[in-house]
């Protein structure tokens, strides 16, 4: 078991986690809501209402945050450097230990999710690098102990910067706070991108996605469709709102269709048993080693 070294740990990490949570929960409920035309059941509302009071705050300061300066800073900052070096199964245990802060409130540990969400994928026969990529997906996150400036730049629902924020992304008003909606070209609907340019060339929002998909697509031998999960998995304007489809390509429209069908292997696998950690690390390890180098620089 790896050990969390102090340097990297915040005092804050279970917070994260409950953040983290908070924001699945909402998608899930949204994905029901969005499923009945309206909310069945009388519990979801509530749950529903209780998660959004819970991740507004978070929304708000994202919204306000979340520029093309920032976005700039932010991939020269984190891309620019080596942070740590250690494989992907050494960067799934650190995950673990760096946000559990054993509070009985939190649904599910960081290693549970990314197992749950890989086993799902398993059972349902989908390819390898399909099952790697639920194992990985989330390791993003690494990013809040490598000098994040605070959740809202790791975690949330992604969406384009550079051009106008889209009404399809969750609490679109606390955006009227973010410099860029006033900003004379980014506020434009198309903003600094050409119809049709694809979504490799538009900038998405910084977080875990956007982080992962960068380390794989240098590192890893991933195909195409692992590193749309990857880079997108929090796209929900975009993969399940529809929102920029004028800039796709038509390789995004293949991407976007491997981006739903991964999305509930992640939203959906949280009430599976428990996976047996141990037991399952020899299988993991051994596809580990087919899509990466042994050592992966952080
Ligand atoms: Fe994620
Ligand atoms: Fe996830």
Redesign the pocket.
Known sequence: MVHAPEYLKRPDGGLFDKTSDAI?EVNVLKGKKKEAGRVKEEEDFRNYKDACDRVQNFYKEQHEKQTVEYNMKAREKFLGKVNVKMSIWEAVELLETLVDDSDPDTDVGQIE?LLQ?AEAIRRDGKPEWMQLTGLI??LGKLLYFFGAEGQWDVVGDTFVVGCAFSEHIVYPDTFASNPDSTHPVYSTPLGIYKPGCGLTNVMVSWGHDEYMYQICKKQSTLPREALAMLRYHSFYPWHREGAYSIFMDDEDHKDLEAVKQFNPY?LYSKSDDPPKVEELKPYYQGLIKKFFPDVVEW
Do not use: A
Request: net charge negative; hydrophobic share 0%; charged share 50%.
């Open positions: 699945d999710h969400t997906h989330d992640d």
